[in-house]
């Protein structure tokens, strides 16, 4: 007899809470090896991971051109996951780790040691590398991971769970490990976000209607960034051909995803030198530019700004362009209409950055860089989890210390309390 889904979901959930404890007892060493087979594995399979994909491309032909770009893969893109694979591998080991150490009067000894979370459930759209990224986090810091990945990307998910499930079941670690529920129907994410019981965190990666649907429908605790509208502000003191080639980056190098640039905010005192050959080269690269009158006056060819462009993420060639009075105007808007996530100062004056890093109130701020490297890859953590824009516990690209928590371990020789 068939189960019914709500049935399938509890079975797994319960399967990944009956993982942790063995997960967590595994040393750094075993969990290394098992990681660099997982990343050759995804090698070996890569033309069936490959083949898998071409599936989903091609039922997903109707999409953006932003959608099929995160859903697409090849080889370089396999290589990628797998590089991710070995880097996390090469990372320090956050289980176990002495936070902090100190005795007592009474001579209690006490430690705060790193711990994993537990059961980490991930529910992402049309991104397969995900899979990959996450289960490699997740095992290295020893949690067991349930993902629920977009339909539409359902055979490319299958394909590189399959090829890395066969690692772990080589290792003979527990079968609730690692959990892909395959199941198309939407219920499966209601059914999966009651399971308080058995599941620590959810973690969604997606559009703002997924993270606020989770938001919504979920028992257990989230951790979420509803969307990235990401800022770079070019100051008055800004060097012009950095400001250029940095906003370039920012926009064009992958417009699809949450830390590209999706509004651009100029000192009116180099407005008139730097926006010309900016809006130009954007034009040239097909960016359709939403500007304020001065922007409009500079490019006549770019359409009038409302109030909702300056909130939207685009997740397209399309930008919000916006000339602003001072620093602290721009400092404003960004708190303001941005959703603090990722964004950045282009200047020479030490001053200006000081108060954009401090007071810009974002996951990520930079300064004289762009916001496309808000990324765990790019930030040394081998993948991430997410990029939380929460306040509370992990901020910002979540590598292997956010997918752990703390207990305190106190030793003593007999104390009672008194």
Excluded at 180 to 209: T, W
Excluded at 239 to 249: G, H, R, T, V, Y
């Amino acid at each position: 007899m068939k189960k019914d889904l709500k049935t399938q979901v509890k079975e797994i959930a319960v399967g990944a809470k009956n993982a942790c404890a063995p997960l967590a007892l595994l040393s750094t060493a075993q969990k290394n090896a098992v990681l660099e087979d997982m990343a050759f594995a995804l090698l070996e399979k890569k033309e069936e991971i490959l083949k898998a994909n071409k599936i989903d491309c091609l039922a997903a032909k109707k999409e953006s051109r932003a959608f099929i770009d995160r859903l697409s893969l090849n080889k370089a893109r396999i290589e990628q996951m797998s590089d991710s694979l070995l880097q996390i591998s090469r990372l320090s080991d956050p289980v176990g780790g002495v936070i902090a150490a100190w005795n007592t009067p009474n001579g209690l000894s006490i430690r705060k040691v790193r711990v994993p979370l537990g059961v980490v459930a991930i529910i992402y759209e049309s991104r397969p590398n995900v899979t990959a990224d996450c289960i490699g986090l997740c095992f290295k810091s020893g949690n067991s991971v349930i993902l629920r990945g977009g339909s539409q990307a359902l055979n490319s998910n299958l394909a590189i769970f399959n090829a890395i499930q066969r690692v772990m079941q080589k290792h003979g670690l527990p079968e609730g490990s690692i959990n892909l529920v395959s199941s198309a129907d939407r219920k499966a994410v209601d059914h999966l976000l009651k399971l308080n019981d058995y599941i620590d965190v959810v973690i969604p990666r997606g559009g703002e209607e997924l993270i606020r649907k989770v938001v919504k429908t979920s028992t257990i605790p989230v951790i979420k960034h509803y969307k990235g509208i990401c800022h770079v502000y070019v100051d008055e003191d800004a060097d012009l051909n950095m400001a250029e080639n940095i906003c370039f980056n920012a926009k064009c190098q992958r417009p699809g995803v949450c830390n590209a640039m999706e509004s651009l905010l100029v000192h009116r005192d180099v407005a008139a030198r730097f926006l010309p050959g900016m809006l130009k080269k954007f034009k040239d690269a097909q960016v359709e530019i939403r500007g304020d009158e001065l922007t409009r006056k500079i490019a006549k060819w770019a359409r009038k700004a409302t109030e909702k462009d300056y909130r939207t993420e685009f997740s397209d060639l399309i930008l919000s362009v916006k000339v602003v009075e001072s620093l602290d105007e721009a400092i404003t808007r960004i708190n303001t209409y941005g959703s603090h996530h990722s964004d950045s100062i282009v200047t020479d004056n030490n001053s200006a950055a000081e108060q954009f890093l401090k007071q810009v109130d974002s996951a990520c701020v930079y300064l004289n860089a762009s916001t496309r490297f808000t990324d765990g890859n790019q930030f040394g953590m081998g993948a991430e989890i997410g990029i939380s824009t929460d306040k509370l516990h992990a901020r910002g690209p979540m590598g292997l210390e956010e997918l752990t928590t703390y207990k305190y371990t106190v030793y003593g020789t007999g104390q009672i309390r008194s």
